[in-house]
Structure formats: C-alpha cells, structure tokens
C-alpha cells in the first residue's frame, strides 16, 4: 500500500524556524509531484508549494522567500523548511503527492494516484 507519512510539526515561536517532512513509501514506479498544503482552523486547504520530478517549484505568495520545498528523488521524500514563522502560519500541513504505482505482478501495469498525508500541526505563537 502506498502511502505518505509526515513528521515534523510543533509549536515554535514567530521568527523561528521548523522543517516539515514526508515520505512516500510502498510500490512506487514514479512521482509526478510532491507538495505542501496547509488548513487553519476555519478557513479552506490551501496550497503552500509544490515540486515536480525536474525540480521546478511553486509557492503561494505568503510564504515566497521563507520557506523552501525540496525533494530527494531517489528516496522519495520531500521537506519543507520553513524559516522566519509567522503567528498566520499556524495551521495543520499536509503532504501531497501525484504518482504511479507498480501494481503486482508487473504486467498488471501501474496505477495513478493521489496521496495525502495525515497531517501534521504547526503552531506558531506571537
């Protein structure tokens, strides 16, 4: 089965700095994309940023400059370090992924999927 798992999170002080954590495991043939999304209480899942295969990056425009997504293709992970937190970055993140699976026996082919992690809470305080 695959899946993502995150690590990572806690409670810092603003100004501070934490590095988020994901690692895609199971039968995967390839990953498209790896990102970040995050969910503040009462407000809708938002993307903070993603990387694909080639290492080309997209952020949401709050974080430019303080946070940096990275990804080691060969272990199938991915972080996000973000430096100078801000109290409005309080919120759960999640891992995202789009990649194939090898489905078993091989000649069954591979399966696309959409992956989320559960969630990993990042409290920042003022």
């Known amino acids: 089965q695959v899946q993502l798992v995150e690590a990572g999170g806690g409670l810092v002080q603003a100004g501070e700095s934490l590095t988020l954590s994901c690692a895609a495991s199971?039968?995967?043939?390839?990953?498209?994309?790896m990102g970040w999304y995050r969910q503040a209480p009462g407000r809708q899942r938002e993307l903070v940023a993603t990387?694909?295969?080639?290492?080309?990056?997209n952020y949401t425009d709050s974080v430019k400059g303080r946070f940096t997504i990275s990804r080691d293709n060969a272990k199938n992970t991915s972080s996000l370090q973000m430096n100078s937190l801000r109290p409005e970055d309080t919120a759960v993140y999640y891992c995202?992924?789009?990649?194939?699976?090898?489905?078993?026996?091989?000649?069954?082919?591979?399966?696309?999927?959409?992956?989320w992690g559960q969630g990993t809470l990042v409290t920042v305080s003022s």
């Open positions: 995202h992924s789009e990649l194939l699976e090898a489905l078993v026996p091989i000649t069954q082919g591979y399966r696309y999927l959409e992956l």
């Open positions: 199971g039968n995967i043939f390839n990953i498209f994309t």
């Open positions: 990387i694909n295969t080639g290492g080309m990056t």
